[in-house]
């Protein structure tokens, strides 16, 4: 059974920091894009960043370039993603995504999801 199970995620003031988590199990995460969606309470799903299968090439939404960090590590089976001065406007239900075809792509052509990790940015 393959489970994504991120962590880390909680509540954060203006500008603080945040590193969410997804650990995948019951599969090789080699072959595999990954990367981060979030929810915010009446909105659309959107997506993040992603990563591809080496990490050779990375996506970041407009709203979190130059602030967000997306890596991993092969050998952990584990996703990482660094919140750096985060804003209210970040406060949302962020989910672990994998691509099976090793490269980012839409929502709908994701293989496995996780269950989510809430961040919430307030003073």
């Known amino acids: 059974e393959v489970r994504l199970v991120e962590s880390g995620g909680g509540l954060v003031q203006p500008g603080g920091s945040l590193r969410l988590s997804c650990t995948a199990s019951?599969?090789?995460?080699?072959?595999?894009?990954m990367g981060w969606f979030r929810q915010a309470p009446g909105k659309e799903r959107e997506g993040v960043s992603c990563?591809?299968?080496?990490?050779?090439?990375?996506f970041y939404a407009d709203s979190v370039k130059g602030r967000f960090t997306i890596s991993r590590d092969n050998a952990k089976t584990t996703l990482y993603l660094q919140l750096n001065r985060v804003k209210p406007e970040d406060t949302a239900m962020y989910y672990c995504?994998?691509?099976?075809?090793?490269?980012?792509?839409?929502?709908?052509?994701?293989?496995?999801w996780g269950q989510g990790t809430q961040v919430t940015v307030s003073s």
């Open positions: 990563i591809s299968w080496n990490g050779g090439s990375t």
């Open positions: 995504a994998m691509w099976p075809s090793g490269y980012c792509s839409g929502s709908r052509a994701v293989a496995y």
């Open positions: 019951g599969l090789t995460v080699d072959d595999y894009a």
